[in-house]
T-cell receptor, first 111, second 112 residues
Framework: RKEVEQDPGPFNVPEGATVAFNCTYS??????FFWYRQDCRKEPKLLMSVYSSGNEDGRFTAQLNRASQYISLLIRDSKLSDSATYLCVVRIPQDGYALNFGKGTSLLVTP | NAGVTQTPKFRILKIGQSMTLQCAQD?????MYWYRQDPGMGLKLIYY???????DKGEVPNGYNVSRSTTEDFPLRLELAAPSQTSVYFCASTKDGNTEAFFGQGTRLTVV
């Protein structure tokens, strides 16, 4: 099984800080990429898809570098409610295009 | 539109017992997946299905079985439960091979 690797953290940052998460994937056939958010082992919820051209959704910016097989997530102006685990997810054309998950990066935003 | 519904939310089983975890989606998605998540670990694929009548093993299928008689339902069967199957189980579905997945709320299973 090809892997998705993330720094597990935890990242402890004050409110208002900017924080960046990185993710690398090893399967060059990977074709779709996502960041999910998971709270206290509840179900993962889609934060954003990641496109080759990079994309932004409010305070969140995602980047994809296919040549380096690297994905990033930038969170600006962190809020207390951003505290969660962020999962890097990659889909590959095997196992029914199953989602391959990193172990997640834990973020704690403090007052 | 309920999305993906899993039942039960919690269950305690004794070693050797059997049970079925239910998963249903109302989005007409062809692709469905079962994952388990252990503390500090990423989600691991147990079984998947690309359409009604089609199922296949994922990374950690031992001790489990699935069926997919309809597009909507993808139950996961545990036979002869073992303590190693204590975990949180998530069912997910996707429209196709590229789009995002939607998850059920999970089933927290303890085998004692």
């Amino acid at each position: 099984r090809k892997e998705v690797e993330q720094d597990p953290g935890p990242f402890n940052v004050p409110e208002g800080a900017t924080v960046a998460f990185n993710c690398t994937y090893s399967n060059s056939a990977s074709q779709s990429f996502f960041w999910y958010r998971q709270d206290c082992r509840k179900e993962p919820k889609l934060l954003m898809s990641v496109y080759s051209s990079g994309n932004e959704d409010g305070r969140f910016t995602a980047q994809l570098n296919r040549a380096s097989q690297y994905i990033s997530l930038l969170i600006r102006d962190s809020k207390l409610s951003d505290s969660a685990t962020y999962l890097c997810v990659v889909r590959i054309p095997q196992d029914g295009y199953a989602l391959n998950f990193g172990k997640g990066t834990s973020l704690l935003v403090t007052p | 539109n309920a999305g993906v519904t899993q039942t039960p939310k919690f269950r305690i089983l004794k070693i050797g017992q059997s049970m079925t975890l239910q998963c249903a989606q109302d989005m007409n998605h062809n692709y469905m997946y079962w994952y388990r998540q252990d503390p500090g670990m990423g989600l691991k694929l147990i079984y998947y299905s690309v359409g009604a009548g089609i199922t296949d093993k994922g990374e950690v299928p031992n001790g489990y079985n699935v069926s997919r008689s309809t597009t909507e339902d993808f139950p996961l069967r545990l036979e002869l439960a073992a303590p190693s199957q204590t975990s949180v189980y998530f069912c997910a579905s996707t429209k196709d091979g590229n789009t995002e997945a939607f998850f059920g709320q999970g089933t927290r299973l303890t085998v004692v």
